[in-house]
Every structure is written in structure tokens, then in C-alpha cells.
């Protein structure tokens, strides 16, 4: 019996791991294919994170749905933890980024994909009670790419990119991304805070007239503040 459960054990964490890695693999290639037109880079660290936190909540919700298959609230919790361990990977990996622009999220497409990513996750588990069946397989694979194709794509149409002065985000993203030495790293971080403070005002001006206000039109705000600013990748922190 205990070689039993120790298998049952190393089945799900191997399951996690090829899940998870998946789940990653589509979201970091995705990512590489966005061009904004601006200097990129991703820090490895945060990066690794989000891949750990996939496998890791992937696995978290595949003992759930093994151990409490006939529990609704079991599975309803597994649902969850997997469906919000997608989106954290998701969010956490564009939070890597390292680029020469204000990066912005609409709230309502950010909250649109984290439900649909739970919901259909959840949906995906509940249908896996049973999977004696090829067509219940091939149903249940199919509700998680639902699941993990919606948050991505609806969190990618959440964000817009506001580009920064073109030498201040290549020496910022230089510098954070470590291609500069320790030396170069803090004079170009010190000679980006300046140039950013000057830059300030038509960064302003070019938040109002260009971007932002086109993505407004084509999506009326439900209140006075629909943005989440995410990240200014130029920073000395």
C-alpha cells in the first residue's frame, strides 16, 4: 500500500512538472514573439519563479482533485488553485520584463482573465473524475488549453506599452538585464533617473495623446480610473 501512494505521488508531481512546463513554454515563447518596438530584456530570476509557481500550484491542485474527487468543494478549491497558479505564472512573467516603456493593465480584461482561467480550469478538473474513456481525455485537455489560451490572451489585450526616450530605455534595460559592469550599470541607472525626471512631462503629454487614448476609445472605461499601472521598467530599485 505504501509503494501504492508513494507511486500515486510521483505520478502527479511528474504530471505537474509536464504540465506546468507547458503551461510556461507557451507563455515565455508568446512573450518572446511580442515586438513592441521597444529594448527588452527578462530577468531570469523572476522568470524561474514563474515557472515554479505553475509546477508547483499545478501539483497543489492535482492532490486535491486525486484525494477529494468526491468532495464538490474539494474540487471546487482545486479548481481554483490551479486556475490562479496559471495566472500568476502568466502576470509574474510579464512582470519579468525589462523594457523602455510604462506598461499599463486595464482592470476589467485583468479580472475577465483570471475568472475565465478558474472557471474553466475548475470545469477541466471536474471532467477529469472519469477518465476511463478516450473522448473524456481529449474533452478535459481541451478545457485546459481554453483555460490557459483565455488568460493569456485576454491578459495580453489588458496591457499597453507607453515607450520612453529610445537611449534611456536602452541604457536602462542594459543595465538591468547585467550585459553592463558594475560600475557602467550604476552610471547608466543614475544618467536614466535623470534623463526620466526630465522626461516626465512628455511622457505625460504622450500618455494623453497617443496610446492610451485610442485603446480608451475603443474601450470606454467603466469608471474614472481603468488603468493598473504594472511596471516603469527604468528604475533603480
Same mark, same amino acid.
Not at 509574474?92 to 520584463?97: D, E, H, K, Y
Given at each position: 500500500r505504501a509503494a501504492t501512494h508513494h507511486l500515486a505521488w510521483r505520478r502527479l508531481l511528474i504530471t505537474a512538472a509536464m504540465f506546468g512546463g507547458?503551461?510556461?513554454?507557451?507563455?515565455f515563447v508568446a512573450m518572446i514573439a511580442f515586438h513592441p518596438d521597444l529594448h527588452i530584456a527578462y530577468d531570469p530570476q523572476?522568470?524561474?519563479?514563474s515557472a515554479a509557481i505553475v509546477v508547483g500550484g499545478a501539483f497543489v491542485a492535482l492532490l486535491l482533485w486525486r484525494w477529494g474527487s468526491d468532495e464538490p468543494a474539494i474540487l471546487a478549491a482545486a479548481g481554483l488553485v490551479l486556475?490562479?497558479?496559471?495566472?500568476?505564472?502568466?502576470?509574474?512573467?510579464?512582470?519579468?520584463?525589462?523594457?523602455?516603456?510604462?506598461?499599463?493593465?486595464?482592470?476589467r480584461y485583468v479580472l475577465a482573465s483570471l475568472l475565465l482561467s478558474v472557471v474553466l480550469a475548475s470545469l477541466a478538473l471536474l471532467r477529469a473524475c472519469d477518465l476511463t474513456r478516450l473522448g473524456r481525455r481529449i474533452e478535459v485537455a481541451l478545457w485546459l488549453v481554453l483555460a490557459i489560451c483565455s488568460l493569456h490572451f485576454t491578459g495580453m489585450a489588458a496591457m499597453v506599452v507607453i515607450p520612453l526616450a529610445a537611449e534611456v530605455g536602452a541604457d536602462a534595460?542594459? %543595465? =538591468?538585464?547585467?550585459? &553592463? /559592469?558594475?560600475?557602467?550599470? *550604476?552610471? %547608466? =541607472?543614475?544618467?536614466? &533617473? /535623470?534623463?526620466?525626471?526630465? *522626461?516626465a512631462g512628455d511622457v505625460r503629454d504622450h500618455f494623453a495623446d497617443t496610446a492610451p487614448r485610442r485603446f480608451l476609445n475603443r474601450k470606454p472605461p467603466v469608471s474614472g480610473r481603468?488603468?493598473?499601472v504594472f511596471r516603469l521598467a527604468p528604475s533603480g530599485g
Open positions: 507547458s503551461v510556461w513554454s507557451l507563455h523572476v522568470t524561474a519563479a486556475g490562479l497558479s496559471i495566472a500568476a505564472m502568466h502576470y509574474l512573467g510579464v512582470g519579468a520584463m525589462r523594457l523602455s516603456g510604462l506598461l499599463l493593465f486595464d482592470h534595460v542594459g %543595465a =538591468l538585464s547585467g550585459d &553592463l /559592469d558594475a560600475g557602467d550599470r *550604476l552610471a %547608466a =541607472l543614475d544618467d536614466g &533617473l /535623470d534623463e526620466l525626471l526630465h *522626461l481603468p488603468w493598473l
